[in-house]
């Protein structure tokens, strides 16, 4: 199993996993069944998560039903006890879209939720992250979780994710790390051979691999960085039940 998951991520587009991997998937959770984890998402449980990634596939990480990751469960409980989320409806921006959350999100924030990318077709919206096309201070969030290590210039998109902000607003912003973590973020747009790329920085459509400036980057876009280890407030029972990883940071930023 691991070895097919990890040849689909890697060799199929995006695009078209995103339409017919809910599935291929929600059957293959039939065999899955069981009560040792739980998605808090779609609230389903199963004996063990999928392995999910491309080179070297993580253990116990997708969930079969929702196609939630360990950083979507992560989100879905940051938002839920650290913020007003799910307690009214906001203008919300959702850049490259989970399956796992549009339809939930959807039915919390109604018309205000709108979704984004220059190319999934789950998103409503038809946009390059470097010029938004909405508004100055339209939205009270922003989610935009593993882009900005795809696209050409990052700070630009987080200085427009700040434009659309309101102020007040925040925005989720995670990105993956590599172990060893550098200092300092490592980019060279010189570098176009996916081989390459996939070697350097970990990812063959991958253009830079964030360091431990990562939160620096986030200011010189405007943003008042947020870093918060809320995982590791969690209980290990209930981290082990989620599928979650310790050590996680949720990354994002405020406009004042």
């Known amino acids: 199993m691991k070895k097919i998951i990890s040849w689909l991520i890697r060799y199929v587009p995006r695009k078209y996993l995103q339409r017919a991997s809910g599935f291929g998937l929600k059957v293959l959770g039939f065999?899955?069944?069981?009560?040792i984890v739980a998605c808090p998402v779609c609230e389903k449980s199963f004996r063990k998560f999928l392995?999910?990634?491309?080179?070297?596939?993580r253990a116990n990480a997708l969930c079969p039903n929702c196609l939630s990751l360990e950083r979507?469960?992560?989100?879905w409980l940051y938002l839920k006890q650290k913020t007003d989320f799910f307690q009214k409806k906001l203008h919300v921006l959702h850049i490259a879209p989970e399956a796992c959350f549009i339809n939930r999100f959807e039915k919390i924030h109604?018309?205000?939720?709108?979704?984004?990318?220059?190319?999934s077709p789950l998103a409503k919206v038809k946009m390059d992250i470097h010029h938004i096309p909405f508004d100055e201070s339209t939205f009270d969030v922003v989610l935009c979780n593993h882009v900005l290590e795809h696209v050409q210039d990052d700070i630009k998109?987080?200085?427009?994710?700040?434009?659309?902000?309101?102020p007040g607003g925040f925005a989720i912003l995670q990105v993956p790390f590599f172990n060893p973590v550098a200092d300092k973020t490592l980019e060279d747009p010189t570098i176009t051979d996916k081989r390459e790329r996939e070697k350097i920085f970990g990812q063959d459509d991958h253009v830079r691999k964030y360091g431990r400036d990562y939160p620096q980057r986030l200011r010189r876009?405007?943003?008042?960085?947020?870093?918060?280890?809320?995982?590791?407030?969690?209980?290990?029972?209930?981290?082990?039940?989620?599928?979650?990883?310790?050590?996680?940071?949720?990354?994002?930023?405020?406009?004042?």
């Open 72 to 75: 979507h469960r992560l989100i």
């Open 221 to 256: 876009g405007g943003l008042v960085p947020i870093e918060d280890s809320f995982v590791d407030e969690i209980p290990e029972a209930l981290r082990k039940k989620f599928g979650l990883v310790r050590g996680e940071v949720i990354y994002g930023g405020r406009k004042t």
């Open 31 to 35: 065999f899955y069944r069981g009560t």
């Open 51 to 57: 392995p999910y990634g491309r080179i070297n596939p």
């Open 110 to 119: 109604q018309e205000n939720y709108v979704t984004a990318d220059i190319e």
């Open 157 to 166: 998109a987080v200085a427009e994710i700040h434009r659309v902000l309101k």
